[in-house]
């Protein structure tokens, strides 16, 4: 982290910046316990510290916001304590793969600190705020209950430079986008997303990624891609993602990696080696996945991406013209069938603002009551209405948990969530906002003991710290920055399911951001200590 010197930046911003620099610096000589008087003592936990170390049994001394002392420490040498006996006491959750680009109208962020995460990173698949250091600002001024980062993203700039159109950029265009790529950079951001199956970014070729990539590596930022088909043809876009990163020297991260087809089911093994190859050759690539087997996306994907091009009044005139529509629903048939689908049954509506009615209902289902017949016809035709009146985002039951537990195996894929800040009772999402990281220690770790608990946190915590950079966090050890979750091994879990996904994670009592508790004794406290993390990788080159 280091101080963004732009000539727009506010006191507010700046305040917080020097903040985290003060947070970031070397870890200062401990004092011996006894004569330290703490802000706040956590006493007798099992400190998993996120290394991957096994448990230890210390106590944990927070002043100003970070983390004094681990080790013993008296009893009343805290100005404030909590007893954690028979609790894990681990780094507050870094989940490097949502949408909360919102959060600066929504600072609680409950689905996300419930379940235990204390910083995140915005931006992802190509969508993000167009001005990062505005959006930066937003967060520091507002507060929020958890530390804020973001990308700067390939869709925002392109759409920004060349709308929505299907074409190679001119020279112009593809310059204007590397601009504001570059200002996105310096004004913070940590990286650059794509989002390669959504308009525009799928009408881009590789030629020109690698353009605005290069000003990612120039930059020692992240590359972190949704890329153009995680099914079908997994292998080919695992390695123009890998590609992109190694021609210039980006450090990648393939976002929510999956196998979304049936008929590709099996081929994560393919996928990791691809991975393990490349990191062979000295690419440093790392993956990010939701412990789930279910994805969540728009409608439109399932359309052919031609048939997206332009604005809503072009898809609806598309749309509406009888012999377009046969053809666009042929291309849809043909696209499920390569998936090894025969029919939209596998999609549930999660939010469709032109009826509500209709969230929580498969596309049999909604077919049914809007077409009298649930065959595969009578679900494109319910998909044809919805994307008339602009669309859906949906939740899509096609992954298979071999895959999804190969996946979690891999030492460099961590978890995320890949969630949006929820409002609790609001539409059907996707459970894994309000569970991914406990369901992954509960059901993936406690249950089934896929993987072992100190690695499940690893992978929360320094695995994603590394990656992106973020110097003073996912590290239990004095001098960090005092964000900690303390759960419950034998109780922490995943509550919401996609039938009812509105509710908490369970066995998460105290959940704490840059030493404030944001959760304490299971309920949510007001506080708002999270920070914006302005990230400038060209300062200092
Ligand atoms: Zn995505």
Known sequence: ??????????????????????????ARAQSPAQTTKFDLVIHGGQVVDGTGAPPRRADVGITKGRVEAI????????????????????????????????????????????????????????????????????????????????????????????????????????????????????????????GLQ?????????????????????????????????????????????????????????????????????????????????????????????????????????????????????????????????????????????????????????????????????????????QGADAADAQFEAARTMMLAGGASMVYHFMSDDDVQRIMKHPHVGFASDASVLTFGEGAPHPRGYGNNARVLGEYVRVRKVIPLEEAVRKMTSLPADQFRFTSRGRLAPGKAADIVVFDAATVGDAATFEKPHAYARGIPHVLVNGVFVVRDGSQTSAKPGVALASNPLAGR
Request: hydrophobic content about 45%; proline content about 3%; glycine content about 10%.
């Open 1 to 26: 982290m280091h101080p963004v010197t732009g000539s727009t930046r506010s006191t507010a911003i700046a305040v917080v910046i020097a903040a985290l620099a003060a947070v970031s610096g070397a």
């Open 71 to 194: 080790g013993k420490i008296p009893q009343g040498a805290g100005a404030d304590s909590i007893d954690a006996t028979g609790l894990i006491v681990a780094p507050g959750f870094i989940d490097v793969h949502t949408h909360a680009d919102e959060i600066a109208d929504h600072p609680a962020a409950g689905n996300f600190v419930r379940m235990g995460v204390t910083t995140i990173v915005a931006g992802n698949c190509g969508s993000s705020a167009l001005d990062i250091g505005k959006a930066l600002e937003a967060v520091a001024q507002a507060g929020a209950a958890v530390n804020f980062s973001t990308l700067i993203g390939h869709n925002t700039v392109r759409r920004a430079v060349m709308g929505t159109a299907d074409r190679t950029p001119t020279i112009s265009e593809l310059n204007r986008m590397k601009g504001l790529v570059w200002k996105g950079l310096t004004d913070g951001a940590v990286g650059f997303s794509t």
């Open 198 to 370: 959504y308009v525009p970014g799928t009408y881009s070729k590789t030629f020109e990624l690698m353009e605005l990539v290069r000003v990612v590596g120039n930059a020692g930022g992240v590359y972190a891609s949704h890329m153009r088909n995680e099914g079908t043809a997994l292998e080919e876009s695992i390695s123009e993602t890998i590609r992109l990163g190694e021609l210039t020297d980006s450090r990648v991260q393939i976002s929510h990696l999956k196998v979304d087809s049936p008929s590709r089911w099996g081929a994560s093994a393919k996928a990791l080696a691809l991975i393990d190859e490349a990191r062979a050759r000295g690419v440093t690539v790392e993956a990010d996945q939701y412990a789930y087997t279910a994805a969540s996306s728009t409608l439109g994907i399932r359309f052919p991406a031609w048939a997206l091009e332009g604005g809503q009044p072009q898809i609806t005139a598309r749309l509406n013209d009888a012999a377009t529509w046969a053809k666009i629903k042929t291309e849809m048939a043909a696209l499920l069938a390569e998936r090894g689908l025969k029919d939209l049954s596998f999609a549930v509506v999660a939010s469709y603002r032109a009826d509500p009615s209709l969230n929580g209902l498969s596309m049999k289902q909604v077919a049914a009551k809007l």
